[in-house]
């Protein structure tokens, strides 16, 4: 099983090339991440986020880091994205997408992605738009995926997530999407499966499992997100945490009964950002080092 790190946790703090990354393979000894989009804003002047991405590049041979994919970030995440209500703003935010595409490639990862947006809470009361949303959302990931195709990209991720004003937030829509784009998609639309949006019991009930998402979508998974959680919240919490113990132990079995060993792991963690710098690191590198342990890696 393939073990990393999404560097959400440098946001703000770390957000040099050559820190993070001394940071990840000297402190964390890993030797894989995940770019956040948080450390270049593809909305970036393009000779800005180049020079970025350059930096990155280098840092990465420095410390002999693989950048598996590059992840929409907190930022991003905090807008409608694609599935605004206003035309022109969901045209900015397919360019946003093309953007990121573009740093993508420019960091030489194989995949972008991330969730794709949220509709407004007037228009998620209303059926018929809801579809007409949908169906922008098809158009709009058809154009990503054929950029990605003409950057040399392998695939586009898409991150289901616990609320139902976004698309895909159950296993049925999962299951949706992959038959709506066959024939459309000009490369794989995979699936990041995050343990605290799939097991969000006060959305899908206490009874929620990630077998249910395994034997769905298990073929079109290509990234897990570890976090610690209490189940009652999309928490990113580290471990230790005294408000909950997530048993990463029982998600490695699973994965494996599921045959997915083959799919990279990535720990998210987030922390409040006037949080104590040196305790945040401090956790970030228990939380590492109890995933390891927990999945046979250590």
């Keep these: 099983m ?3 790190i999404n560097l959400g ?14 940071f990840v393979r000297e402190k964390l000894r890993l030797d894989i991440v995940q770019f956040s989009f948080d450390l270049i804003d593809p909305f970036m002047p393009l000779a800005t986020r180049t020079a970025l991405a350059a930096q990155v590049r280098q840092a990465a041979r420095d410390f002999d880091l693989t950048i598996h994919s ?22 900015a935010a397919l ?4 953007n990121a595409v573009e740093v993508a490639a420019a960091l030489e990862v ?10 407004s809470v007037p228009e998620a009361h209303q059926p018929h738009l809801v579809e007409r949303r949908y169906q922008d959302l098809l158009a709009a990931l058809t154009r990503i995926t054929e950029a990605a195709q003409r950057a040399g990209l392998r695939a586009v991720l898409v991150e289901p997530t616990p609320l139902k004003r976004e698309v895909p937030y159950t296993v049925e829509q999962a299951v949706r999407l992959q038959a709506d784009l066959r024939g459309r998609a000009a490369l794989p639309v995979e699936y990041v499966l995050d343990i605290g949006h799939a097991l969000y019991q006060p959305l899908y009930g206490p009874d929620a499992t990630l077998e249910a998402w395994f034997n769905a979508v298990g073929q079109h998974i290509g990234v897990l997100h570890l976090q610690n959680t209490d189940f009652q919240s999309d928490s990113h919490w580290g471990w ?10 029982q998600f490695a079995a699973q994965v494996r009964a599921a045959s997915l060993e083959h799919v990279p792991v990535f720990l998210e963690v987030f922390y409040a950002f006037e949080a104590d710098d040196d305790s ?6 228990s939380s590492v080092e109890h995933c390891k342990a927990a999945l046979g890696l250590a």
């Design 9 to 22: 946790f440098a946001v703000k703090r770390l957000p040099g090339a050559s820190e993070w990354a001394r």
């Design 95 to 98: 360019q946003w997408w093309l």
């Design 240 to 249: 230790p945490d005294a408000r909950a113990d997530y048993p990463v132990d």
């Design 280 to 285: 945040v690191l401090a956790n970030t590198i």
């Design 70 to 91: 590059a992840q929409v970030g907190l930022a991003c995440y905090t807008y409608n994205g694609l599935l605004h209500p206003d035309q022109s703003a969901r045209e």
């Design 110 to 119: 194989s995949a972008v992605g991330g969730p794709l947006g949220a509709m």
């Design 2 to 4: 393939q073990f990393g």
